[in-house]
């Protein structure tokens, strides 16, 4: 079902091969996508119910938006035990995402005052995918940041059959979001960016989603911010043989289930390990992943693998290459505070760093109290978790004093001159000449 590989080449072309999980292009579903968005931005809300009776059976009768106080009741089905998890989540991810909090800024130089104002966005829509798809952590995990950051409008889009989940209704009720329009998929997403009749349009739209959903997002990008452009889950065990054989199997399996495109990959330098692990995976895919057998061992057989490699620096080496969404670092040194320094340091750009083998990375997906919106498909190299700045914007603040005018106002002009840029370098030099005149007037100011 797994693949382990010993030898360095294979190790180099099975590490090549997952650049090919990166999202790619579908023509066909390109030009869908564009069409849907054109309707939507010419037809407003007409088209979206169109869309939505088309794509999601659902009558042009049932209401687009709904709120909160539509879902108290149904939310009140949810079983106790899962609405304190809930609130246990969501307070949990607060607490975290306090800590990302900002603020305005100043600097003084020569009397003059160079800031950064910080405010948060007006509207964010938050997408959640319906029916199978449906996860409310996800929910938590974008809507929590947004709150901290102070967004006073969140607004939740999701295909109409989510209003009849007591898990999807427990949840909205207890993050107090009271804008809900039941509409799913690409329609949803320019309905978000244009508005229609009655809704407002929204600065900025997270969360996932299929991949007319993703490409939407790609397709209207800088008309409305996003989250970025997400693929398959992914996760990067480092180990040395020190690490209980069925635990990383279960953290392995943990992603494995979510997607056959998902990716699980264990690189230890004990090949006994090795072996263990890949015979655990084995024994407990049909009883641990139950229905979802097929879709894990469909992930583990395409995109799994196990490496056996000589060395820690080794370890550290590959991990730098794939630039995962999860890192989970369960080597004997992962917990000493001294040896954390060598991963701490020497890793680049990961999504997430589950250190030691007791942070699995399930505890990451629920309560522990990072957002679990993090960016996949080796994008870490250039992009972060889902916080509290994702939610903020910022404008940077110009005060001169006269003497740092009177000292720049040169060197401006001539910068600017070197561009051919002659109103500048005027605007600039006026500033130095009006205060050499007040100067020459015996002027004081």
Known sequence: ????????????????????????????????????????????????????????????SVPLTVGKSALETLAEQC????????????????????????????LSVNESEFGSRLQPLDSVALYVPGGKAFYPSSLIMSAVPAQVAGVKRLAIFTPARSLNDSVFAATVCALGIDEIHAVGGAQAVAMATFGVEGVERCDKIVGPGNVYVATAKQCLAGRIGIDGFAGPSEILVLSDGSSP???????????????????????????????EVAIALEKLVPD????????????????????????????????NKLNAEHLHIQTRCALDPHEQDFWLHGLKGVGAIFLGCWSAESFGDYLAGPSHVLPTAGTARFSSPLGVYDFVRRSSVLKMSKLDAQLLSEATAVFAEAEQLWAHAAAARARAEKLEMLSRQGVKE
Not at 34 to 43: D, G, K, L, W
Not at 48 to 53: A, D, I, K, N
Not at 246 to 270: F, P, Y
Request: net charge negative.
């Open 1 to 60: 079902m797994i693949r382990v590989f010993t030898n360095k080449s294979e190790i180099s072309d099975f590490i090549a091969s997952l650049d090919g999980r990166a999202p790619s292009e579908d023509t066909a579903v390109l030009e869908r996508v564009r069409e849907i968005i054109a309707q939507v931005r010419q037809h407003g809300r007409n088209a979206v119910l169109q869309m939505r009776e088309k794509f999601e059976s659902i009558a042009p």
């Open 79 to 106: 079983p106790e035990q899962t609405r304190r998890v809930l609130h246990e989540s969501i307070s949990r991810v607060r607490t975290y995402h306090n800590i990302q909090r900002d603020e305005t800024r100043w």
């Open 245 to 275: 054989a069925e635990w990383i199997a279960l953290d392995m399996l943990a992603q494995a289930e979510h997607d056959e495109d998902a990716s699980a990959v264990l690189i230890t330098t004990s090949p006994d390990e090795a072996k």
């Open 288 to 319: 641990i992943c139950r229905d979802r057998a097929e879709i894990a061992r469909a992930s583990l057989s395409r995109w799994g693998a196990i490496c056996v490699v000589d060395s820690r620096e080794m370890l550290l080496e590959i991990a």
